[in-house]
Structures are given as C-alpha cells and as structure tokens.
C-alpha cells in the first residue's frame, strides 16, 4: 500500500524534533521509494535529493538506492538514476563503483 506509506512517511518527517536526525534519512527514503511506487516521479526524485543533502556517506546512499530498485522494481529508476545523475554533476560520486554514472548495470544484478 504505497499511498498509506508515503503518509505515513510524511507525518514522520513533519512530526519529529531535531533530536531525531538519524532517523530523518529513512524517512525521505521510504518516502522516496514510496512516492515511486504510487507514481509521484517527482516527489520521489526530489525527496531521493533530500537523502543526499543529509548524507555524508555516498557509497552507502548509492548501495541503498540500487537495493531499492532491486527489491521495488522499474518504478524507482529514472528518480534513483536522476540522484545519480545530481551526484555525478556535483562532482561527489567520483572514486565511488556503487555511485557510478550511468548506473551500474552490472552492479544492479549483483545485489540480491
């Protein structure tokens, strides 16, 4: 039920104070994966933004990312290839396999 997580996602993002910050990135990311799966493109994409505004730890975030669309499906893709894009444009996923531009097909197949 997609459209009742993405609420849900969204009461947890308005209704938590500064004390739950490391919480917060699952939140955009389930309202991330969410937001896709009930065919808001764009609220997904610009929520999969948020996650790397609030990251410091790419590799981990692209892992992520590629697990979402491995477990979700087609859905996730161009929001999740739009992040990659937005990382390799700001010069943050050099070095980085899991992040790499364009999305590693290969390493998509891998993740089970």
Known sequence: QPE?????????????????????MEDWQTFA???????RESDAKNALYVTLALTADVDTRCL???????????????????MFYRLH?????????????PPNGSLLSRLQ
């Open 64 to 82: 992520s990312t590629l697990n979402a669309v491995q477990t979700y499906g087609d859905r996730l893709r161009k929001p999740v290839e739009a």
């Open 4 to 24: 009742m997580a993405r609420q849900l996602a969204l009461v947890a993002l308005a209704g938590r104070g500064p004390q739950y910050h490391s919480a917060r």
């Open 89 to 101: 444009t700001q010069g943050r996923a050099i070095g980085s396999q899991a992040c790499a531009w």
């Open 33 to 39: 994966i969410a937001s896709a799966l009930s065919g």
